[in-house]
Structures are given as C-alpha cells and as structure tokens.
C-alpha cells in the first residue's frame, strides 16, 4: 500500500487569511451596509503597464503564425529577457553576472520552496520570527522543521526574533550556526529594510560558517534609499547567497507569473556547484515560462516600460507615506513604509493582533493582518499594506485616527 509525506500532516491549518476572510465575512452579513476598506491585501490592485500590455499582444500574435511560433523555449529562460536582467537589474549597481547564473521562474514562491530540492534534508534552517510563510511551510514539509509544538513553533527551526529592539533586523544566532538562513529585504510583513553594513555582517558570517543564505529581494522596486539592491553587492556574497526576485510586486505579475532566482556559479558545497544542481533541477522538473509572459516581462526594460512602472510603485509608496505619517501623527507605533510597501503597526493600549483586528473591522470597517499570523514574535503588531487605491488609503487613515 502506498503511504504519504507524513510531513504534511504535522502542518498546522493555515488559519490566518482564511480566518480574516470568516470574521469579514459574518461582519458584512450582519452589516450589508458596511463600507469596508480593505488594507490587509498582498497583492497588487493596478493594471499592467501599457508596454507590458502592448508587449503581450505582439507576442501572442507571433504565436498565432507558423513563421514566429514558439514551442517549448529553454527551461531556464529567453536570453533576450535574462540579457535586460543583467543589464538593468544588477549592472548598473556594480554587480557582474553571466546568463546563466539567472533562471527565469513562473515564480519566487515556487523557487524559494523548490530549492529545498537541491539541498540536504539534515541542514538546519533559521527563519525570521515574523516570517513570509512559505520559507516555514515549504521546509516542514520536506521535513527539516521537525515536529510542531503547542508553542506554536517548529522544534528544529531556528526563529530569529526581529522586534522594535533590533530594528525588525533579525541578529546574527548565537549559538551553533544553521546552515541555511532565509532572509527577506525589503522585508514582508515588516517592511524593514537592512544596510550595507548590517547585510555585510550576515554575508560574512554565512561565510565563515559555510551557511547558505536564501535571499529573498522580492520587494527591491520599492527601495528609496541608499541600501542594497542586491545581496551581490556585497564583497563575498556570491560564494554564499541564492537570491531570489519577482516581476509581481515589480511591474504587477502577480497573475502573469514570472520571477527570477540568481544562483551564482561561484557557490559551492565542497566540489559540487549549486548552479549546476538547479540547472539540473530545473531543466527536468519545470518546462519553462511562456514565451508571451518573458516577452512581457521583458518590456519593463524599455525606457516607457520603466518610467511607467515606476509610476506605479510611486503611488504605491505614496499610500504608504500616508498610513505611516498619518498613523504616526495620530501616535501609533509604526515602522516601515519606506522601502517596502508594508507598514508594521505596534497594536494600541496592549491589545493582541487579533483583538485589534476585531476592533478595527467593528469600529472602522477596516481590514489588515494580524502580526501573529506572520509568526510568535509578530504578536502585538499589526500589518497594513499600501497596494490600495489611495482614497481609500487616506479614508482608512482618517476613520482609525477617529477611533482610536
Ligand atoms: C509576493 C512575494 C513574493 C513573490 O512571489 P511570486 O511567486 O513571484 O508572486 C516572494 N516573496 C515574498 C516575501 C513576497 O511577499
């Protein structure tokens, strides 16, 4: 008889956005009139740029004859999309990389789970304590988290707590050394951001070490000040980083599906290059993204293509100027919402995450997410995003500085 990965039965039920969704839900059946405003959202709302629009349609039209047709392309991506990615991307902040050092993904969820793949089931794993929870889940259920406790938390997974104390920049540990360190940055759900030196310090230690560090740069487009675009611009980083990006929050791919993970041919465990193993991986398990998707993603890169999303991540930023200036006038803790389209509320008079949940959709009709979903150190704060449309983010502003 055949038998399952006994590891997913030790997840726990992913309770958070399906919670949020039950609690909005008896809310507006017991008030049909309610105006909600919706900040708790991870995904992007504004359309795709016309160049991107414009980009697509060319290329389905190539599709539809026998002359500019494409099949199968290669599984780790077109040249013409990994050549803008080098030339833009990482060229201009001093870092050299070659074509084949980037495989072109539907995603940087599905990498950032499926480079478990290549990687030992004995490593031992350190996560940010709040923490984006694929990184978690994905490692539970290759079995490297071990079992998960009544304290809510893997016994084989090392959290690193990232609290108002450390700036929600997790330390370096303090004892044995995992072997593999997930580190998001810009960061989800925080929206810390780290500093040359600060990211210089993990890089270093990974090093020494011989840890891997799984970068997670998802959110680079949102950056405004003078930080790493790139763990690669730091000296070492490419004998010791994976880093992962995304066209979604990008230039809104959210539902086009195209991402990018850097895997650099320096990197090595001993003789064996990690490049080599996802190159393997890759080119047998995955088929590749669709030719009309790179085309579109591709576009980006044209001088329109980057003025138009850049407006678009500017008024992203410009909602979350308003929830942390607003918020904070009003005297609320917050962080983030400078680099990162995410602001990180301190709850008010000690209520926990979801008690503020429950009191800000009662007495504002606003919905967010509950820190403690992200994680035991996310308890007490309070996640708001600034992918709304902005009267709706200065409405939200006004009503919680009325209750509150
Ligand atoms: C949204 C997000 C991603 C992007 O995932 P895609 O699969 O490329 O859409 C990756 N990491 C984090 C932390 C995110 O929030």
């Known amino acids: 008889m055949f038998t399952i990965n006994e590891n997913y039965l030790k997840l726990p039920g992913s309770y958070l956005f399906s919670n949020i969704a039950k609690k909005v839900n008896a809310y507006t059946a017991a008030n049909p009139d309610a105006d909600i405003?919706?900040?708790?959202?991870g995904d992007v709302t504004?359309?795709?740029?016309?160049?991107v629009i414009r980009a697509l349609h060319e290329a389905v039209d190539e599709m539809g004859d026998a002359a500019t047709f494409h099949g199968y392309g290669p599984e780790q991506g077109y040249d013409f999309l990994k050549e803008k990615i080098v030339a833009y991307d990482f060229a201009p902040r001093g870092v050299k990389l070659d074509l084949d050092e980037i495989f072109i993904s539907d995603g940087a969820k599905s990498d950032c789970g499926n480079i478990g793949d290549i990687l030992g089931l004995d490593n031992v794993v350190a996560v940010c304590d709040p923490v984006y929870p694929v990184y978690v889940d994905t490692n539970?259920?290759?079995?490297?988290?071990?079992?998960?406790?009544?304290?809510e938390r893997w016994d084989k997974l090392i959290y690193m707590p990232c609290t108002a104390q450390n700036h929600f920049i997790p330390d370096l540990p303090a004892g044995k050394a995992p072997d593999l360190i997930y580190l998001c940055f810009p960061n989800n759900p925080t929206g810390s951001m780290i500093s040359f030196e600060g990211l210089k310090k993990w890089v270093d230690y990974a090093n020494?070490?011989?840890?891997?560090?799984?970068?997670?740069s998802a959110y680079v487009a949102f950056i405004s000040e003078d930080v790493p675009h790139s763990i690669y611009e730091i000296e070492g980083a490419k004998r010791c980083a994976i880093e992962f990006r995304s066209f979604s929050k990008t230039a809104g791919f959210t539902g086009t599906r195209c991402a990018y993970t850097v895997v650099p041919k320096e990197l090595?465990?001993?003789?064996?290059?990690?490049?080599?193993?996802?190159?393997r991986r890759q080119?047998?398990?995955?088929?590749?993204?669709?030719?009309?998707?790179?085309?579109?993603?591709?576009?980006?890169?044209?001088?329109?293509?980057?003025?138009e999303i850049r407006e678009t991540v500017a008024y992203y930023m410009n909602n979350a100027k308003v929830?942390?200036?607003?918020?904070?006038?009003?005297?609320?803790?917050v962080s983030g919402g400078v680099n990162a389209p995410y602001i990180w509320m301190k709850t008010p008079d000690g209520m926990t995450s979801w008690e503020f949940f429950d009191a800000l959709l009662q007495k504002a009709q606003v919905v967010g997410t509950p820190g403690s979903g992200f994680g035991p150190s996310g308890e007490g704060y309070f996640r708001l995003t600034a992918f709304g449309t902005y009267e709706n983010t200065v409405r939200a502003i006004e009503r919680i500085k009325k209750v509150f």
């Open 37 to 41: 405003i919706r900040l708790g959202i």
């Open 323 to 333: 929830i942390r200036e607003g918020l904070a006038a009003a005297g609320f803790a």
């Open 46 to 51: 504004r359309p795709l740029a016309p160049s």
């Open 208 to 216: 020494e070490h011989g840890s891997l560090i799984l970068y997670d």
């Open 140 to 151: 539970a259920m290759a079995g490297r988290a071990g079992g998960y406790g009544a304290d």
């Open 283 to 307: 080119t047998t398990k995955f088929n590749g993204v669709p030719y009309i998707v790179q085309k579109g993603a591709a576009a980006i890169y044209s001088e329109q293509g980057q003025k």
């Open 268 to 279: 090595k465990c001993g003789e064996v290059s990690l490049n080599a193993l996802w190159l």
